[in-house]
Structures are given as C-alpha cells and as structure tokens.
C-alpha cells in the first residue's frame, strides 16, 4: 500500500512541502489523510481482529468508499455503521450506494469533518488516517469513548497508547499493520486492575462526570 510505506511519505513528504500536501489531500484544511482506501482483506483483519459483530455501532473516520462500513453490516452484522468523509463527492455516491442496497436504516455517512463529531455512541472505531491525525484524534477519543469501545487502525498507531496485543504492538498482515486498542486500558495503564463491580462503577461514575465537566 502506497500511503506510509517506507518513508512514510506523505507525512514525511508534507513536512516538507506542507503546501502541495494539502493540495494533493483535496485542498481541505482539516483533512488528516489523503484517499487510499483499504484491501479488502485488511478490512476483514481488522474486523476480525476487534470482534465486531450484533450489538456494535461502528465508526469509521474518514470512510473513503465506504468499505469498511459495507463489510461491517453486511458480513459482520454490526448494528449500525457510521462514516464521514470531507470528500462530498464521495460521500454523495455513498449515500447513491446505500440507498441502492437498501441499507439506509444500518449505514449513514455524513460529508463533514469527524473532529466535530460526538463519538459517545460508538463501541467500534475504525481508522486510516496518519499518525499525526490519530494524534490529533486521540484527547477526542480519551474524552468521548465508553469503557469497552475499540479502536482499530490500519497502518498508524496512536502515539502515547498501549495497544491490546500482549507480545507487540501491531499484527501483521504481509506488508500493513493492524494497531488494536481497548478503552480505557489502551491510557490507563491500571485500568486493567479494576476487578470489583464496585470499583468499575465509580469509574463510570468519574468519566460520566469528567464528560459533563467538558460540555460546560
Ligand atoms: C486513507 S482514506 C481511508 C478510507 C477508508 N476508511 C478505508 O480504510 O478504506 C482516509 C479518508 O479520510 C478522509 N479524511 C481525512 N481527514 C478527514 C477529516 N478531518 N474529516 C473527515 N474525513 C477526513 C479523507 O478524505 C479520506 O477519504
């Protein structure tokens, strides 16, 4: 796959011409990734990997061509699946896509631009994006993401956090990378020491708190 391979070119390519990168991602100014969809099979691999299935409600940031959501609901049967995309042309065939396949009460898809958008419904987020855009999602995702709700990234990892695979940090899958994380252990490193039901509801309790902090 073109997008980050050796050098991670974009990114590295952006420091240096930061002007022609936003013009090659689309002129956006809040675009944190050029188009690239991902194979197929990578999306199964991470699917796999996050254990979707009944009762998700997926998020993919970014969506493309809407694959990942496609490949949630139809094969995975996630209960809903959610993208936005800043490309409106994509986002217009999408909606076509859709509407053709008879989806519209599982897959919506939004042109717009995820930073602005409140995640606390998700329990499954899906990414392909840059390392510098995780980084920039990821006080996002600490602040909004329920205890339980996965995060998946094909290629870039989200600096800072501890992925869920217990000997290293990505899965391989020929020359991609899957990054697997779980709220809240993925920044709590003691999360995962919180065993009695007493002590997981006073966490809910603080978070709950923390979240209503934040949106005064
Ligand atoms: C590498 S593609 C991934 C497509 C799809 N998720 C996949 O894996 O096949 C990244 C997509 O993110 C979109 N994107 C980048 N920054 C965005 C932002 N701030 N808000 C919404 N979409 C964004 C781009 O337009 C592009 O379509």
Redesign the pocket.
């Known amino acids: 796959m073109a ?1 980050g391979r050796g050098k991670r070119g974009n990114e590295q390519d952006g420091k240096i011409r930061g002007w022609s990168l936003s013009l090659a ?2 002129d ?1 100014p ?10 197929i099979p ?2 199964r691999e ?1 699917l796999d990997l996050a254990k979707a299935g009944p009762g998700d409600i997926l998020y ?9 959501l496609f490949t949630a609901v139809e094969e995975y049967n996630v209960d809903e699946a959610v ?5 409106s042309l ?1 986002v217009k065939a999408l909606k076509q896509k859709i509407k053709e396949k008879g989806l519209t009460d599982r897959i919506k898809v939004f042109k ?6 409140d995640l606390t419904p998700a329990t499954l987020v ?5 390392t510098s ?1 995780n980084a920039k999602l990821r006080p996002k995702f600490e602040r909004e993401l329920n205890e339980g709700a996965r995060v998946v990234s ?1 290629d870039f990892p989200i600096q800072g956090w501890f992925t869920s695979k217990p000997d290293g940090d990505f899965y391989s899958f020929g020359s991609h990378k899957v990054y697997l994380y779980i709220v809240p252990m993925a920044y709590k490193k003691n999360a995962s020491v919180m065993r009695s039901k007493g002590e997981e509801d006073r966490w809910s309790r603080v978070r709950r708190l923390f979240r209503s902090l934040d949106r005064t």
């Open positions: 997008m991602w689309g956006q809040d675009s944190v990734a050029p188009y690239v969809p991902s194979p990578i999306v991470m993919d940031l970014g969506c493309g061509d809407g694959r990942i993208g936005y995309d800043l490309n994509m717009g631009n995820f930073f602005d958008v899906t990414l392909y994006l840059t855009g094909h």
